[in-house]
């Protein structure tokens, strides 16, 4: 009957069956926390929430002061100290100062690289300066180059160092002192609300500007000597440099391409179908140099070198060989960190793998949420800004998701009783589900973070990897690094062509898959919240131990939804004004102008889901074009007008709902909307949102926005605006010199 009397409650008092389950429930919940803030359980949540305040910097409109950042950090530390005695004070005042030393630590970063940033393009600029790095790609190379002396005309701030790209074949080396005269602009702003910002990129990357050389480099004596940071770079890359003419002497094209690639961290080369297709099939970490390449490379070190230590009986017995083995093992891996280029990525293997190392050195276990916490403690406080970074989020949460499976999942063992047939089928067994289960839940870990910066998902990556990844461990890798060992003995030609044979399957591999059936998944772009939804269900999922992880799981489909739901820009226009866009009738993209270089185009494609090209006929269907502007029609028939001179906004502004321009709009064009040159000048690229019979717009840059790399001085002259000032480039760097991430 209704109102029983629960087993558990005491003579004489009926408690209902609904009080008494409110009542387990609570018990139960109560048990799962406790469980969850056990000693050690809380320390990877420290990273978490210094990643937060790095995040909560960037999200800043203007520039935090430094001893304000620095005061609160202080001040929450000194919480810390006095709630040390507190169970419930105490991991809440660490959290709170782990935010305040984030934040902190991102300010202090970037007024320790201050410097000036370019407020115009010019045509006209001649520079001096030292080559401090350069990149071989598919069409040109490009070089980093520190500036000694700088002219050009209205140019405000001379910059520390700016990127030129310059014809294939022609850049001089790393220490090289060089003089040309080059056409360059300031760093590229966000080419749509919510994009990615190159210029933040740049700025710390301490890049004042980048451009394109103009006729030749000239090298001369430098009138000092170089830096000794500049001369250790110099070495480095002439190292590299070398070991990449040997590998492309052996190996042309491609596969040379992608065996330098493994080896120096040089990846630009590589074809863009080819690279193409390796993003398809889920493939491209294998080009980029992560905990992969650096585990093989620290594995082959130490186990042959125990291997043969092992088979002299009196070191074997009587010498530590494993720690002797470990120490050689890390210092292999640091060679090849250097050697590398110390990407992000290769960064947070090396800290892991050292890690691991020293613990076997100090005879202690140390593959746990701990190592990945000190990676990115490592990773952060040297670079706070590569959390932003596609190659960071992916990198760790990959790792994250591995460590997480191995720890709770992969623990199968053969029995002790088990026939030499049966291991051995346990074995293989073993390896390919282990493998097989590694490549979905990095896949999954990693696809928020790979659909939010590529706009896209790899539904067969799961193959791609099974198929390739055995080869790599076998063949490619173990070849490459013989190759490295044997160079200098003029032995390692056998050795590169070894690693091509591996290489030919790899390239095979994604071609294949990037061909089958619906391999090219496209995804239009969202905002951070989902991405941030998404990160919170997958560090519930892999940190937590008890029932409450599959929380994680409720937020990781809220976030999935999220996306798939965000809605779409109806009007799009560049910062520059030279491209504009409107969502015809169909529901795609239509084109009212595209610029020369079509760079925002494609930009505007890739982040719509849309696999057409910038170049197809299509893109423009619909729109009607005179000499002096063009019109096309918004789903609903309203008109958006494109006016490309003074005489079409006479007719655009009666009959448009919407105006836009790269000119400046008459002060009485009674249009809806105008978004004109004073605006986009002011705004950066803009997006419209139909919202009934008006519009809601989203600009890339805030109009109280004020950050390094992204000044925000006044100017004159927009309608109803205050007055605000920012120079627009002359020209629009060229697509080849802009790159969207590792």
Not at 13 to 30: E, F, K, M, W
Not at 505 to 531: E, N, Q, S, Y
Not at 544 to 554: F, I, M, N
Not at 614 to 643: N, W
Request: proline share 6%.
């Amino acid at each position: 009957m209704a109102g029983a009397i629960a087993a558990g409650g005491r003579a004489g008092h009926a408690v209902p069956l609904g009080v008494a389950a409110s009542q387990r429930l609570r018990r139960t919940l109560a048990d799962w926390a406790a469980a969850e803030v056990t000693p050690g359980r809380l320390m990877p949540w420290l990273s978490v929430a210094f990643g937060a305040g790095i995040a909560i910097y960037f999200t800043a409109n203007r520039e935090p002061a430094w001893w304000a950042a620095s005061a609160v950090a202080v001040a929450t530390l000194a919480v810390v100290v006095a709630a040390r005695r507190h169970p419930v004070g105490f991991p809440l005042a660490l959290g709170a100062a782990a935010i305040a030393c984030g934040f902190a630590v991102a300010t202090l970063q970037t007024l320790r690289i201050d410097h000036p940033v370019m407020n115009i393009a010019t045509w006209q600029a001649q520079v001096t300066g030292y080559v401090e790095a350069r990149e071989e790609r598919e069409r040109s190379d490009r070089v980093v180059v520190q500036i000694d002396r700088f002219a050009a005309p209205r140019v405000a701030a001379k910059p520390q160092r700016v990127r030129v790209s310059v014809r294939k074949d022609t850049a001089p080396p790393v220490g090289a002192y060089v003089s040309f005269k080059a056409h360059l602009a300031p760093p590229l702003a966000p080419l749509r609300p919510g994009g990615y910002d190159f210029a933040r990129d740049m700025y710390f990357q301490q890049i004042g500007g980048s451009g394109f050389v103009l006729g030749k480099i000239t090298t001369s004596a430098a009138p000092a000597p170089a830096s000794a940071r500049l001369a250790f770079a110099a070495a480095i890359d002439a190292m590299r440099e070398g070991i990449n003419r040997r590998i492309h002497a052996v190996l042309p094209g491609d596969r040379g391409s992608i065996a330098s690639a493994l080896i120096t961290g040089k990846r630009n080369a590589i074809s863009a179908p080819v690279a193409d297709a390796f993003y398809v099939s889920s493939l491209a970490h294998v080009l980029a140099i992560s905990g992969y390449h650096m585990a093989v490379v620290a594995g082959i070190v130490f186990f042959v070198l125990r291997a043969g230590l092992a088979l002299v009986p009196a070191l074997a017995l009587r010498r530590p060989i494993k720690k002797w083995a470990a120490m050689a093992a890390m210092a292999g891996a640091s060679f090849y960190l250097v050697l590398s280029g110390a990407s992000v990525s290769t960064q947070r293997a090396y800290i892991m793998i050292a890690i691991v190392l020293i613990g076997v050195m100090l005879d202690r276990p140390t593959l746990t949420f701990r190592t990945l916490t000190v990676a990115a403690f490592g990773v952060l406080l040297i670079a706070p800004q590569s959390l932003l970074h596609p190659s960071f989020q992916m990198s760790f949460s990959a790792t994250l998701a591995l460590i997480a499976i191995y720890q709770y999942s992969l623990n199968w063992h053969a029995s002790a009783d088990s026939s030499i047939a049966m291991r051995l089928a346990l074995w293989g067994g073993r390896e390919v589900a282990g493998l097989l289960l590694a490549s979905f839940v990095a896949g999954l870990a990693t696809e928020p973070y790979a659909a939010y910066h590529f706009h896209r998902v790899a539904p067969y990556g799961v193959i791609a990897n099974l198929l390739a990844m055995p080869v790599v461990s076998v063949l490619v890798m173990p070849m490459g690094i013989l190759g490295v060992l044997t160079m200098p003995l003029g032995l390692d030609g056998v050795f590169w062509r070894l690693m091509g044979i591996g290489i030919d399957w790899m390239i095979d591999v994604v071609v294949w898959v990037a061909h089958l059936p619906g391999a090219v998944g496209h995804m239009a772009a969202f905002g951070t919240g989902p991405l941030l939804l998404a990160t919170a269900g997958l560090l519930l999922i892999c940190l937590l131990r008890s029932p409450l992880r599959w929380s994680g799981a409720v937020l990781a489909v809220a976030a999935t939804l999220w996306a798939i739901n965000t809605p779409r820009p109806d009007v799009l226009i560049a910062a520059d004004g030279a491209t504009a866009a409107i969502r015809g009738p169909q529901g795609r993209l239509v084109f009212l102008e595209i610029a020369r270089d079509n760079f925002a185009a494609k930009e505007w494609l890739t982040a719509d889901g849309d696999a057409r090209l910038a170049t197809d006929a299509a893109v423009q269907a619909g729109v009607r074009c005179d000499a002096i502007g063009c019109t096309g029609r918004l789903r609903d028939g309203r008109i958006v007008a494109f006016a490309r001179s003074a005489e079409a906004f006479e007719d655009d502004c009666q009959r448009a709902a919407v105006v836009l321009s790269a000119q400046q709009a008459p002060a009485d064009c009674a249009t809806l909307v105008v978004v004109d040159r004073p605006r986009w000048q002011r705004d950066g690229a803009t997006a419209l949102y139909a919202n009934g019979d008006r519009f809601r717009t989203e600009i890339a840059r805030p109009p109280t926005g004020d950050r390094p790399w992204a000044r925000a001085p006044a100017i004159a002259g927009e309608r109803g605006s205050p007055a605000r000032h920012r120079t627009v480039p002359e020209a629009t760097p060229k697509a080849e010199d802009m790159e969207a991430g590792d």
